[in-house]
């Protein structure tokens, strides 16, 4: 990680933001979420999923290092609606009309992190760090100029993220709570998405990690 040197790394502000005992550096914090992350090499779910709150559809979500992305979702009699495949750059669309392929210019994304809801670990500039009773907030510049601010709350767990641009414009992010262990790892049970004014809601009814999923999950045949 390249610290800068324009702008303080640690920042203590606030009162009621002031630590109590003794707390991690940033450092200590960034080689907690890396350990986590690293230790789910893949993983599987099935949820519930509503955009918007226009009612709730089935999804069973695969994501495999590196890179690697299927998802099935389906309404609530269990019939498919459409499927995406994302391997290597290239995502696949699949619907009862057909089949879209696109390579698309997807920014540096960990798959396995955005699906499971672990936190985006990416080499970046730390900007600024603070510490106190309530947990840590980490400010990252990332390739690209993209800024990313983390809210961890105990255990060094998400809570909320969000990224910003250049010009400060909030861009997207993700809210996370309803904690629970599976295997040696926290993943929450809840999660929020939202980008650029959309808002996708997703409940976890369960969560698999390190089975070792086999490569024709993830296969795509492009025509």
Not at 3 to 32: H, I, K, M, N
Not at 155 to 182: A, P, S
Request: proline share 5%; charged share 30%.
């Amino acid at each position: 990680m390249r610290w800068t040197q324009a702008v303080p790394v640690l920042v203590l502000t606030g009162c009621s933001f002031l630590p109590r005992g003794p707390s991690l550096g940033p450092d200590e914090v960034v080689a907690r979420l890396r350990a986590s992350a690293r230790y789910v090499r893949d993983f599987e779910a099935e949820a519930e999923v509503s955009k918007g709150g226009a009612g709730w559809l089935r999804a069973h979500i695969w994501a495999a290092r590196p890179g690697r992305l299927r998802i099935e979702v389906s309404d609530p009699l269990r019939i498919r609606t459409f499927e995406v495949l994302v391997r290597d750059g290239l995502v696949v669309l699949r619907t009862e009309g057909g089949e879209v392929n696109m390579r698309l210019p997807l920014p540096p994304l960990d798959l396995v992190a955005l699906a499971s809801g672990l936190p985006d670990v990416r080499d970046g500039e730390l900007l600024s760090f603070r510490s106190g009773r309530g947990g840590y907030e980490l400010t990252m510049r990332r390739r690209g100029g993209t800024v990313h601010r983390m809210s961890l709350g105990k255990r060094c767990l998400l809570i909320r993220e969000e990224y910003r641009g250049e010009d400060g414009i909030l861009l997207g992010g993700r809210t996370l709570d309803e904690y629970e262990r599976i295997g040696k790892v926290r993943l929450p049970r809840r999660m929020s998405l939202f980008w650029e004014g959309g808002k996708v809601e997703v409940r976890f009814l369960w969560q698999k990690v390190n089975q070792g999923l086999s490569e024709n999950l993830f296969e795509l045949e492009v025509g």
